[in-house]
């Protein structure tokens, strides 16, 4: 995988948006300075080390950070790891920009050695300000790590995933994402139907198996109760 | 939905309201310098035979993934205490003792069952933790097909079901069953405890600010942001992918007790995991009761305990409660006072939203 086609998929990662859609990097580069509402992807080998690096940076950035939202996940299989910066969905090019935080990053990427490969690696967000909010992506998690994405725009069959106890078998019908078939015995998760806004999931207790709209709620949730 | 006119005029249910205000007043909001800011951190993971969510806003991610850890240690711990499918677990080895000897066991094993015994007196045996066996029978116990139990066998293992039938020791914490073949169950109060005890140990650790969802049930501490308060949806009973409500809550824990949850349809009658066990069967006068309580113990024993007598039984004894609880009977109809409503910003999504 070449750097662009990289960026390209890590930007749509950041965005929330589907791992093979075009993203229109090149067109638009966001000027840092708006950069209160920004989102900054890494993937790496040493998520501590790095967020403690993040946390710093962000703090001595001069920027007024008051509410940022934290996520991460393992990425199985080999990935080519490095750091996107995006802001108001647009990529930065943070070498190229002069606030301290483009700087800051720049600093990191060289410190982690990135871009480079990884095998297992772990993906963070950190993003502050609105964010996406479109529910065009499922994003599928077995335990905590990240094994699928899946575009909700064009209708799919048969995306099996392995769980803990056997398969999932997820489909794409009609903007929702829906389980064809669970290996469990209660079939809670085919009971319920599909999904298609952000929040919304669909969990399989045995096969420890999560699928979620990507981005936030509409209502503001932060949990459901059942 | 019908609000309930005549509580409007019970002094109770303004008091208790009041009561629930005043606490949730007392608690400082936590201001934010925007030099320090917080991230909202979130983990989850598959414990107790369900999901369990953390979130928190905190300063430092990494602290806040310590605290985590150590909760989600926690909750392991209680679960293999607890779990009486577990080999081993101090349930279970009470079990394999029923009608034989009695089992010594940690004063927390004992405190929890002791705890349990006051609740099954006081509900008049409408909540008891040796309801075991039916539950076995019916197959709620495990990934397993649920299916209605001969009517003879669940005669017989009705009559196992008595929590007058465990003898507790104080001297030595040990408990006894009498019974051969009874089965103590601690699925009604278990994963309420659980939760206190992960949200002690984020409190212990520094994390002052968070939510805790295990299976549904949930605890809420300090704010999300600011003055913010956490705000929760509540699934519709009858519509998996729509809300019923939604409300906030902070320092307060919210349990549901609900027939479809776990549940089987069989010639078009609805079996579910909630048993009453005076009949052996699931209870029929609910689909869902939300409880909201101090502790998430509290809320999910009174979950369980009121999706079983329901609605008019909880008004008969309202005196001395330190709950409030919202009902949707078996109509479909939700009931709830006024008050509570108020009290925690409840609003109704009747259809879309989520």
Avoid at chain 1, 76 to 94: K, T
Avoid at chain 1, 174 to 197: D, F, L, N, P, Q
Avoid at chain 2, 38 to 60: E, M, N, P, Q, R
Wanted: net charge negative.
């Amino acid at each position: 995988m070449d750097r662009r086609t990289f960026l390209r998929q890590m930007a749509a990662v950041a965005a929330g948006a589907t791992l093979t859609r075009p993203f229109g990097a090149a067109r638009a580069l966001a000027n840092v300075r708006e950069i209160e509402d920004f989102s900054l992807s890494i993937i790496t080998d040493k998520p501590d080390k790095t967020m403690a690096a993040v946390e710093n940076l962000l703090q001595y950035s001069g920027l007024k950070l008051g509410n940022l939202r934290f996520d991460e996940a393992l990425l199985p299989g080999v990935h080519m790891a490095d750091i996107v910066l995006l802001s108001h969905n647009r990529l930065v090019n943070y070498k190229a920009q002069e606030t301290s935080l483009a700087r800051g990053v720049y600093e990191l990427a060289q410190k982690l050695e990135l871009p480079r490969q990884l095998d297992n690696p772990v993906w963070m967000n950190i993003s502050a300000g609105q964010g996406p909010s479109q529910g065009q992506t499922a994003n599928i998690y077995q335990k905590n790590a990240l094994v699928g994405q899946i575009e909700l725009t064009k209708d799919r069959h048969n995306i099996a995933v392995a769980g803990k106890r056997g398969e999932m078998v997820f489909a794409i019908r009609a903007g929702c994402v829906e389980v064809e078939h669970a290996s469990c015995k209660h079939k809670t998760c085919v009971k319920m139907g599909g999904i298609r806004k952000p929040g919304q999931h669909i969990v399989c207790i045995p096969n420890e198996i999560r699928v979620t709209i990507a981005g936030e709620n509409a209502l503001g949730l932060d949990s459901l109760a059942f | 939905m019908h609000w309930d006119s005549t509580a409007l005029h019970s002094n109770k249910f303004y008091s208790l309201s009041a009561f629930f205000l005043l606490l949730n007043l007392a608690q400082p909001a936590h201001s934010q310098a925007l030099a320090e800011p917080l991230y909202k951190v979130s983990a989850t993971k598959y414990l107790l035979g369900t999901k369990v969510d953390f979130i928190a806003t905190h300063a430092s991610v990494l602290e806040c993934k310590k605290a985590f850890y150590a909760a989600f240690q926690e909750i392991v711990r209680v679960g293999d205490l607890l779990n009486s499918r577990k080999e081993n677990s101090e349930i279970a080895r009470i079990n394999h003792n029923a009608g034989r000897a009695s089992v010594h066991v940690t004063y927390e094993t004992y405190a929890i069952i002791q705890r349990a015994l006051r609740y099954a007196e006081s509900f008049d045996g409408y909540f008891d933790i040796s309801i075991g066996p039916v539950v076995a029978a019916w197959g709620f116990d495990g990934d397993r097909e649920v299916a209605i139990p001969d009517e003879e066998m669940l005669g017989k293992l009705i009559g196992l079901v008595d929590f007058k039938s465990i003898v507790l020791s104080e001297q030595d914490t040990t408990v006894f069953l009498t019974q051969p073949g009874m089965l103590l169950d601690l699925g009604g109060i278990a994963k309420g405890y659980a939760i206190d005890r992960a949200a002690a140990v984020l409190q212990e650790q520094g994390v002052a600010h968070f939510l805790i969802n295990a299976g549904g049930d949930i605890y809420a501490s300090g704010y999300k942001f600011g003055e913010n308060k956490w705000r929760v949806g509540l699934q519709h009973p009858r519509q998996p992918n729509e809300l019923l409500a939604t409300f906030e809550v902070s320092g307060m824990a919210v349990a549901t007790s609900g027939d479809y949850e776990r549940f089987k349809m069989i010639d078009g009658a609805r079996y579910h995991h909630i048993i009453n066990p005076k009949t052996g069967f699931p209870a029929r006068l609910n689909q869902s009761v939300t409880v909201f309580a101090r502790s998430a113990e509290e809320a999910d024993v009174w979950a369980t305990y009121l999706f079983i007598v329901g609605r008019e039984q909880f008004r008969a004894e309202n005196a001395y409660v330190t709950i409030e609880a919202m009902f949707v009977n078996a109509a479909g109809e939700v009931d709830c006072e006024r008050d509570l409503a108020d009290a925690y910003g409840f609003a109704f999504q009747l259809k879309d939203g989520y």
